[in-house]
């Protein structure tokens, strides 16, 4: 499956229009309303003469989706991070992680789902996410699965079932964005879903849903009736 990818922001936050530049932005609609790009941005908050902050805060995001526990030294490798940045960086990732839950929400329909993870619409590759639910819906936890293409070789069960087992998940959801915008599913897409399906039967944890999406909408295999409910 073949797909374009979004655009990153090159300019200089001065070149931008007032409205989209993100401090700007997060005063007037607020910190949700930026995206994973943005808030990087604010939080480095300059570039250096020869790369805009955009430039940095895109490789930093891509960091961080590979490998969340990335060290203060492996930020600082970043060109146009160093230490003093990526110290503050890991120190407001930290500070997230302590007093952020991810568990309590309840999923009761596709639209919670996409509530959850529609931040990552504006990836620049597929993110395969999990959500892991308890026997009342409620999310133990959410990770990415994998990231990148989304087919049957790159996407195995044990990938996605592993930590949902650890945690004693009753079910699960799924959902992976389309950085083309397109929401409709691939034949790749639905091929991935039922081998899932299948295999949730088998280990007694169940496949509940599974959302295609992008920054202006989503597609729900359980709302198609492509799943089982």
Avoid at 9 to 32: A, D
Avoid at 187 to 197: A, I, M, S, Y
Wanted: glycine residues 6%; charged residues 25%; hydrophobic residues 40%.
């Amino acid at each position: 499956m073949k797909y374009i990818k979004n655009a990153p922001i090159s300019m200089k936050v001065m070149e931008m229009p007032p409205f989209e530049r993100p401090r700007e932005k997060m005063e007037e609609k607020g910190s949700e309303a930026l995206s994973d790009l943005e808030l990087l941005s604010v939080l480095i908050s300059a570039g250096t003469p020869t790369r805009p902050v955009f430039d940095i805060a895109s490789d930093l995001l891509e960091l961080l989706d590979k490998k969340p526990d990335a060290t203060i030294m492996d930020m600082a490798n970043i060109r146009g991070m160093g230490k003093a940045k990526s110290s503050q960086i890991a120190a407001a990732l930290e500070l997230g992680r302590r007093r952020t839950r991810k568990s309590g929400s309840t999923i009761t329909s596709p639209k919670d789902i996409f509530y959850e993870v529609r931040h990552y619409a504006y990836r620049t590759q597929e993110q395969f996410i999990v959500l892991a639910l308890n026997g009342a819906q409620e999310i133990i936890d959410i990770f990415t699965a994998t990231i990148g293409l989304v087919n049957k070789t790159l996407i195995h069960p044990r990938e996605v079932f592993s930590e949902p087992i650890k945690r004693r998940a009753a079910s699960i959801a799924i959902a992976h964005n389309h950085p083309s915008g397109q929401l409709i599913p691939s034949e790749e897409d639905v091929n991935v879903t039922n081998r899932l399906v299948q295999a949730g039967k088998i280990l007694g944890i169940k496949v509940i849903d599974h959302i295609v999406f992008s920054k202006d909408g989503y597609y729900s295999f359980l709302e198609h009736s492509m799943i089982e409910m």
